[in-house]
């Protein structure tokens, strides 16, 4: 992962997907989380669960122009 420079403004963004004890919360996490990949956004520390739901941070620089 690159390190953006400091001074650089970021968007933040968050995907989440309902919370299943089953590969089918990582898949469709991972299917969303690629979308985002692609779209110029980096991960932002692990994936992680809260109540019923799991998510993964994302961060993507806003370029100026």
Known sequence: MTQPNLKTPLEYTIV???FH??????DE???KVNEKLS??????GPP???GE?????MTK?????
Request: charged content about 15%.
């Open 61 to 65: 620089p806003i370029l100026p122009g």
């Open 39 to 44: 779209d110029g956004y980096e991960l932002y």
């Open 21 to 26: 004890a089953d590969a089918a919360t990582h």
């Open 48 to 50: 992680f669960l809260s």
């Open 53 to 57: 739901m799991m998510y993964q941070a």
């Open 16 to 18: 989440a997907v309902p």
């Open 29 to 31: 996490l991972a299917r």
